[in-house]
Every structure is written in structure tokens, then in C-alpha cells.
């Protein structure tokens, strides 16, 4: 099963993190009908999500965290690095646009310089490191290079004979660049996932086994454990990600490593018990929203109708064949539509009544839906 495990490294410009590990998500933005900003947040602030790692610099995403203390890594676009490599002034106008507009308002603690600059840009590798000097060099001059890290997050690929993990190491090839790198002191996980669904030639990519390795991978954080060499030192991890990306291309796989849909529903509820407050949908006591037993059914056709429509629900789920068609009926198609809903608005107050045919319970429709007959 580790021909699915993503596993990337941020190597940061600091010295070593005092306290304890962190659970965080990536978000990425390939997607079908993807939510606002604002809509973003909302999920992120139910589920007790405290880090996330941006793939850009998005100004309205930025905003939308603004004051919610959520900590933020901003990324700089690969197709950007050559410039800021070669140009401390315009290193300089990135961090003046991108970060220093919309700190302190916005918690942004580190900036990833590229993604697998190594293995997919291996042009601009040779200007990497200026790239993370300039942009620190920038920090300095803002007198925020205390407050925010400098880092470029790496594939697990640039490291050979990864199995057992204590015999790895670098590819020489790299030496040029990563010596440099690694005279800096700390490294995170950004990057670690399993996915939930493949296609034929990816048997292993299952719901079942993406909740055990995110379970697992959880509780292995949160715990301290470390690593073999490094016992008790805390190792902070992003998972790899907030959303399914549908529009990724490549095989079923690169389409399900989301822990949610697009509609803020669960792709499936984490196994964390013992484990913390990390995501919400591992508490007790959840609510969701469901239709009324006795409520008309032109008004659910209504209901379902607006939520899959200007509620931005996405409820491809429904479609004939996919996951949540059956049962095929009005009631059973508008609980998914307005429970997908009532959690896309973080369960806010007037979220679950749709003119009177919606209730709230305790009872999850999704668990009830899928028992035997």
C-alpha cells in the first residue's frame, strides 16, 4: 500500500520548534463548484482546524482567514520562482503583495518557496536558494523574519533507498542544493495522505485503508512519538487535504484524497478517540440535519432543488450509479442535499429548516443509509 503514501518535506529557515506537534490540512483548489472563501473558513473553523498550507497567495482567501488566528502557509508558484531566484527586488514586491498586506490581520507564519522544485522545475534549481535568501532577506527588511519562516517543501523522492527509514538517504545529485538547504535546522511534514478511492489498478486506495493511515497518522502526532532516531521530538504534519480535487488529472486516485466533498459532507469520519480535538467530525454529539417523516414532498423536491442549485451543494452523489442514488426517493435525495448543506454553513443557526421540512438530530443519515435492510 505505499505506492500511495505522499509523504513531503518543508525544510525551514529557523531554529527548532519549541512545543507540541500539530495536526494541519492542505487545500488545494481543483475543484467542481469549490466553495467561497468565506465558505472555506467556515468548514475549517467546525472542525477545529487551526493550520492550513495554501498552494498560492489567494487575496480573498487570505482575507477570508483574517482574524479567525488560523496559522497560514503561503506558497510561491513554481512558475515564479526563476524571477524571485535571480531578483532580490522582486523577491521583495512578492512579500510587500502577498504577506505583508494582510499581516498581522492574517496569521501567516511560514512562506513555501515552490513545490518539488527538484524533481518538477529542475531548472530553477540552481536559483532555489537564492529564491528562499531573497524572500527571507524580505522578511528582515519587514522586521517579520521572527514571526514568519521561509521553507520549500521537497518529494519523499529525493531521498534513495527510502526502506528502512534509518539506512535513507539523500540523492547526491542534489548535493548542490540540498546541502545548502540542510544547513538549516528544522523540517515538517506538509504533505502525508492515503486516498479513498482508485480504479481498477489501485486496489489498495480505500475508503477503509485512507481512515486508518489518517487515524493512525493523527494519533502518531498528537502523541509526540517522534521518529526512531528522534524519539519524543514533535513532528508536525499537514494531510494531504481538505477536499476531494476532482479536476485533477491522472488515475481515480488523484481525484479522492480529501477528508471532505466539495459540499463540506465527510468522505468518512477520522477513527481519532483518545487522540484530542483535532477535526470535529470526531466528537460526540454531532448534529445534522435531516427531512421531516411527514414533510410534503414538493416542498423536499424544493428544498433539494435550491440546495443543489444556488445552496452550492455538490450533489453528484445523487446522479444514477454514484454512491448516495439509492434509495432512490425525494426524502432520502433532499437529506443528503440539506445535511450537506447544514454542514457546508458549519452548522449555523437557520441553516437546517428549509420552510419548515427540515429537523435537526443527532443521527447521522449516512450511517442509517448504509446499514442492511
Known amino acids: 500500500m505505499a505506492v500511495f503514501m505522499i509523504f513531503y518535506m518543508l525544510v525551514i529557515i529557523a531554529l527548532p520548534a519549541h512545543g507540541d506537534a500539530f495536526i494541519g490540512v492542505n487545500i488545494g483548489t481543483d475543484v467542481t463548484n469549490m466553495p467561497s472563501p468565506t465558505e472555506v473558513v467556515a468548514l475549517l473553523k467546525a472542525q ?32 515564479q520562482i526563476l524571477g524571485i531566484g535571480q531578483s532580490n527586488a522582486t523577491a521583495a514586491n512578492w512579500v510587500a503583495r502577498n504577506v505583508i498586506a494582510h499581516v498581522p490581520a492574517t496569521n501567516i507564519t511560514a512562506i513555501a518557496v515552490g513545490s518539488e522544485v527538484l524533481t518538477s522545475l529542475p531548472n530553477a534549481a540552481p536559483v532555489l536558494v537564492s529564491a528562499l535568501k531573497f524572500i527571507q532577506a524580505a522578511l528582515v527588511a519587514a522586521n517579520l523574519d521572527q514571526q514568519i519562516k521561509v521553507s520549500t517543501p521537497h518529494s519523499s523522492s529525493v531521498i534513495l533507498d527510502s526502506f528502512p527509514p534509518s539506512q535513507a538517504f539523500f540523492n547526491k545529485t542534489w548535493d548542490p542544493v540540498m546541502v545548502p538547504l540542510l544547513n538549516f535546522l528544522q523540517s515538517t511534514v506538509t504533505e502525508s495522505g492515503w486516498p479513498s478511492k482508485g480504479d481498477s489498478s489501485e ?171
Open 48 to 79: 477545529g482546524i487551526q493550520h492550513v498550507r495554501l498552494y498560492d497567495a489567494d487575496r480573498a482567501m487570505l482575507r477570508a482567514l483574517a482574524n479567525t488566528g488560523i496559522r497560514v502557509i503561503v506558497s510561491v508558484p513554481n512558475d
Open 203 to 373: 486496489p489498495d486506495a480505500t475508503v477503509d485503508n485512507a481512515n486508518t493511515y489518517n487515524s493512525n497518522l493523527i494519533r502518531h502526532v498528537l502523541n509526540n512519538s517522534g521518529t526512531p532516531k528522534q524519539p519524543g521530538i514533535a513532528v508536525s504534519t499537514y494531510i494531504y487535504e481538505l477536499y476531494n480535487e476532482d479536476l485533477k488529472s491522472g488515475p481515480v486516485s488523484e481525484n479522492n484524497w480529501g477528508l471532505f466533498y466539495a459540499s463540506g459532507a465527510q468522505v468518512y469520519t477520522l477513527h481519532l478517540t483518545n487522540s484530542g480535538t483535532v477535526f470535529a467530525n470526531d466528537t460526540t454529539n454531532q448534529t445534522f440535519c435531516v427531512a421531516k417523516s411527514n414533510a410534503d414532498s414538493k416542498m423536499l423536491q424544493a428544498a433539494l432543488d435550491w440546495a443543489c442549485g444556488p445552496g452550492k451543494v455538490d450533489c453528484s452523489p445523487l446522479l444514477q450509479g454514484q454512491s448516495c442514488y439509492e434509495p432512490n426517493s425525494v426524502a432520502s435525495h433532499a437529506t443528503y442535499a440539506i445535511n450537506s448543506y447544514y454542514q457546508q454553513m458549519a452548522k449555523s443557526a437557520g441553516t437546517c429548516d428549509f420552510k419548515g421540512v427540515a429537523s435537526i438530530t443527532t443521527t447521522n443519515p449516512m450511517v442509517v443509509k448504509m446499514l442492511p435492510a
